[in-house]
């Protein structure tokens, strides 16, 4: 038999909707069937009742129908309930299922139980199968709420998840201490790290420095007060090393069991940080230039008032100028100010034009101006020249002789100025003209002053120059800069001490202390400054230095007279070596006299036997050197007439053949003495000389040949002609000269061996007084040599071209004494 | 008493000079004498045989006296020997000048033969002769 039933979803639904139980029961027994209908009727229950009995039946009614609650017996014919109860399950429907069975033992029931069947009933105690009923429904009902509760909870997870996941702001949840519970993907991209990078950490790590306190500070507030919100904006260190800005809205859910920390959404404000700051800066450098041009446009304004001020002031001030200048310039007595019109017309007349010019007023406006240039000038077209020269450049100034009314002539400096309007228009001219007549005579005067003063200082012969205090020079004479080496221009204003001490090596020969060249209060002299050229080389200058006094008294600048005694120095310098070679000179015999007479005047030399040989011997050395001393003196005194000129010489026409014989006669004795050879040419030609001179410059040559051979060699005297000369020549075979004494052999007390003079008994001033006498009969003398071998002295005398009167008369020593004489 | 006889050495470049000045030393002192031409004979006999003091002339040829006090100075055999100069320079700048260089005395020509000797004592520190040669002998 099958029974039917109808049942709802469940007891509560049911209950809810009144709406009958669909109670289907398997059951093979329709008692048993009846029995359990009968026991949920009598429980009051409302319900659509059916029964099957075989398992087709029932996977078929299953498959068909809802029901609410399965009854089903635990023995039927070829199946069994848990058999019917796999089925529900394979179909996955959750329906109460409660085994009624009349034979089930407890293992079974509990097997049953764990299977998943809700209840069974044993049928000799159906009358609890209701409360099964009720208890199975109820069960089902509160498996349902749970399981919808688990889908709703599944999905609110998923949804939470999804919306974290996708959310484009991060979301990080921190536990209590601020350490990173949970973080969403979206934070990754933002920062760089990986979840698992920051899980763990305490959310403040990578936060800015300048950000991290005032952030903790604001979460260790937020802790404290659960469901509360804050908001900071914080900076955080990237992966990749940059700032970035995060806006963070941290709400305490702490106390909220399914959360249990504080979450933190995230959102990278970077860009926006940047744009604010962008239009920050943006709007500064707006406010800047605003406030820039607001101050500009206060101070163009301010410029603006100041100015309209100004001119308003200038305006008034250019009328009460402009008032007072006309009054000038009509009053003004020293210049003549007149105005023209363009043509030249006069348009105005002063007081001064009137007292220079002598035109009143009155009877010359009107008048071209030409009438105040000369005829010549005005022919000339010079009045209009000068108009177009003043209307062309504005301004024209010239010099020139002006007519008066009178006819009288005056010096004038004359300013001719074109006037214009604002719109550039000529509109006339204005003249000033100053009388400078007297200025110019005075200029002259001047002028002429200072020709003859150029004149003056350009032919003194001394160095003249002017130095202000500085010592800057002002002017210096031609002479001056000639013998500085420089042309004048080039020290005018120049700093003469630091050109003139300053040495070619770049070093200073005069400190600058109470230097002349720095200027000096009175009158200085100095001797011996030393002035360097430019061209290194130097002058000793003597200087006398004198202050030039200006209006008030005081110095103003000095004039100094400077004069080269260079050439003076060096003479000086010549004249000291002479006189200290003569006083060697003469001093050396002198004490060899003076010792062996003072010895002599002993007396005591003579007391023994070898006293009297030198007591001898002394008075030898007496009597020999007074000789010597003698010769010297003769020389020293024949130099130095011959030198100064006051020896006159008596010259003579002379045949040299005959001056070379006298010579040689003279000479002879020596020669023979010192076992030398002399022999003498014949070379004739007539010479023009002093006989006794040119003999003792023979006799000095041949003398010299003489001791300064060896014994048996020979000295030969001849004479032959030059170009315009006679030249004679003395020539030995003697020691010779070195080369470097062949330039020194004529001068004082040179000789190559300063024994010589002692030994051969020369003064060693043999050969300067020969080169005297050659010189000052128009000749010249020489030496050829060669050391070991010989040296040949030569001198030359002119031709004889003409015979001068009176010349005849002379007669000479040399001429008396001659062997080879008439 | 037997004092030790003084041994000067005189260079000089004139031989009357030289002669002159010998025999006023030698029999008016009645020192020992030597005597040189030159300046460079004149160190040759310093150092063969080192007189008590040199009588140097100032102008000579080659080697002049200067020269030859410089050569002599600059010798450790020389260098102790007392040089004076005797010269015919007889301005007072150059007699300054000459005993700037270094020498104990400088005595101008021409000379007093009966004052020479006592002149170079009293330049040298000398203590005067008691008795001279010259005087032993008479």
Redesign the interface.
């Known amino acids: 038999m099958k029974l039917r039933s109808k049942a709802g979803k469940g007891m509560k639904e049911n209950t809810q909707s009144k709406r009958p139980l669909n109670i289907l029961l398997v059951e093979n027994d329709p008692v048993d069937a009846r029995l359990c209908e009968a026991e949920l009727k009598r429980a009051g229950m409302q319900f659509h009742f059916e029964v099957v009995e075989t398992a087709e039946d029932f996977r078929s009614k299953v498959d068909e129908n809802t029901y609410d609650v399965i009854l089903a017996d635990y023995n039927l014919p070829g199946w069994n309930d848990l058999e019917a109860f796999e089925y529900l399950r394979s179909k996955q429907l959750d329906i109460p299922f409660i085994l009624v069975s009349g034979t089930i033992g407890d293992e079974v029931a509990v097997d049953c139980i764990k299977r998943g069947i809700s209840d069974y009933v044993l049928k000799d105690c159906l009358p609890r199968l209701p409360t099964a009923v009720r208890r199975a429904l109820e069960e089902k009902s509160l498996r349902e709420e749970a399981a919808l509760a688990q889908k709703q909870l599944v999905q609110s997870d998923r949804r939470f998840r999804a919306l974290m996941e996708r959310s484009a702001d991060g979301i990080v949840l921190l536990n209590s201490r601020g350490e990173v519970v949970f973080t969403s993907h979206a934070l990754n991209p933002m920062l760089g790290y990986s979840a698992s990078e920051r899980l763990g950490k305490s959310v403040f790590e990578m936060a800015h420095p300048d950000d991290a306190g005032r952030a903790r500070s604001v979460f260790r507030d937020l802790v404290e007060r659960p469901g509360a919100a804050a908001t900071v904006q914080i900076r955080y260190l990237s992966k990749d090393g940059q700032w970035r800005w995060f806006e963070c809205i941290a709400t305490n859910l702490i106390s909220e069991p399914s959360v249990e920390g504080v979450v933190i959404n995230y959102r990278d404000i970077s860009e926006r940080k940047q744009a604010e700051e962008e239009i920050r800066r943006l709007n500064g450098d707006l406010e800047r230039r605003v406030a820039e041009r607001t101050e500009q446009l206060e101070a163009a304004n301010q410029e603006l008032k100041a100015e309209i001020k100004e001119r308003r002031r200038a305006e008034a001030i250019v009328r009460e100028s402009q008032e007072r200048f006309r009054l000038l310039v009509e009053n003004v007595k020293g210049y003549a100010i007149y105005m023209l019109d363009p043509q030249g017309r006069i348009a105005s007349w002063n007081v001064g034009a009137e007292r220079i010019k002598g035109y009143r007023a009155e009877e010359i406006i009107g008048r071209s101006f030409s009438c105040l240039y000369p005829l010549e000038s005005v022919a000339a077209g010079r009045p209009m020249e000068d108009l177009r020269a003043a209307a062309t450049t504005g301004h024209h100034e010239f010099d020139a002789w002006r007519p008066r009314k009178d006819g009288s002539l005056h010096w004038a400096n004359v300013v001719i100025s074109a006037l214009r309007d604002s719109d550039g228009r000529l509109t006339g001219f204005s003249v000033l003209t100053r009388d400078i007549t007297e200025q110019r005579r005075v200029r002259e005067a001047v002028e002429r002053l200072r020709r003859q003063q150029e004149l003056i200082l350009n032919s003194a012969g001394n160095g003249l120059c002017g130095l202000d205090q500085e010592g800057r020079c002002t002017f210096i004479n031609p002479a001056g800069a000639r013998l500085l080496g420089w042309k004048p221009e080039e020290l005018a204003g120049q700093v003469l001490h630091n050109v003139l001490h300053r040495n070619s090596a770049g070093g200073y020969t005069c400190s600058g202390e109470k230097c002349l060249l720095l200027g000096s209060e009175g009158t200085h002299r100095a001797t011996d400054d030393v002035f360097w050229r430019e061209d290194g080389t130097c002058l000793v200058v003597d200087c006398v230095s004198t202050p030039i006094l200006g209006d008030e008294g005081a110095v103003v600048g000095t004039v100094m007279a400077f004069q080269d005694v260079t050439e003076r120095r060096a003479v000086e310098r010549l004249k000291d070596q002479f006189v200290?070679m003569v006083?060697?000179e003469?001093?050396?015999?002198?004490?060899?006299?003076?010792?062996?007479l003072?010895?002599l005047a002993?007396g005591?030399?003579c007391?023994?036997k070898e006293?009297q040989t030198?007591c001898q011997?002394?008075v030898a050395?007496g009597v020999?050197?007074a000789d010597r001393l003698t010769r010297l003196v003769n020389d020293i005194l024949d130099l130095e007439r011959l030198e100064s000129g006051r020896l006159a010489l008596a010259k003579k026409r002379w045949d040299s053949a005959q001056l070379m014989c006298a010579a040689a006669g003279l000479m002879g004795v020596m020669a023979e003495a010192n076992g030398v050879t002399l022999t003498a040419g014949t070379f004739s030609t007539e010479v023009w000389a002093d006989s006794d001179r040119i003999m003792q410059v023979l006799i000095n040559l041949v003398g010299n040949a003489i001791k300064f051979s060896p014994r048996g060699g020979t000295v030969h005297l001849d004479a032959g002609l030059g170009e315009g000369e006679v030249v004679f020549e003395v020539k030995d075979n003697g020691r010779g000269i070195p080369a470097s004494m062949l330039s020194q052999v004529f001068e004082r007390f040179q000789q190559v061996?300063?024994?010589d003079a002692?030994e051969k008994g020369g003064t060693g001033l043999g050969l300067a007084i020969s080169r005297s006498i050659v010189t000052q009969h128009g000749g010249r003398i020489w030496v050829d040599s060669v050391l070991g071998r010989g040296s040949t002295f030569m001198f030359s005398l002119p031709l004889q071209v003409a015979q001068p009167a009176g010349a005849e008369d002379h007669v000479t020593e040399a001429e008396e004494n001659s062997d080879c004489g008439r | 008493m037997s004092r030790k006889q003084k041994k000067i050495l005189i260079v000089d470049d004139d031989e009357a000079v030289r002669e002159v000045t010998r025999v006023t030393l030698e029999l008016l002192a009645g020192w020992a004498v030597s005597a040189a031409g030159s300046g460079k004979e004149g160190i040759d006999l310093a150092k063969a045989e080192p007189p008590d003091a040199i009588l140097l002339d100032v102008m000579m040829p080659e080697m002049d006296g200067p020269a030859t006090l410089k050569e002599l100075c600059s010798n450790p055999a020389t260098r102790q020997i007392p040089v004076i100069f005797l010269t015919a320079k007889a301005r007072a700048a150059q007699i300054q000048w000459l005993r700037s260089l270094g020498t104990k005395g400088v005595i101008p020509k021409p000379f007093d033969p009966l004052t020479l000797a006592s002149e170079i004592e009293a330049a040298l520190g000398w203590a005067p002769e008691q008795e001279t040669v010259a005087e032993r002998n008479t």
């Open positions: 200290s006083s060697h003469l001093r050396t015999p002198l004490t060899a006299i003076r010792g062996s003072g010895l002993t005591k030399l007391l023994s006293g030198a011997r002394m050395v020999a050197n061996d300063a024994s002692r």
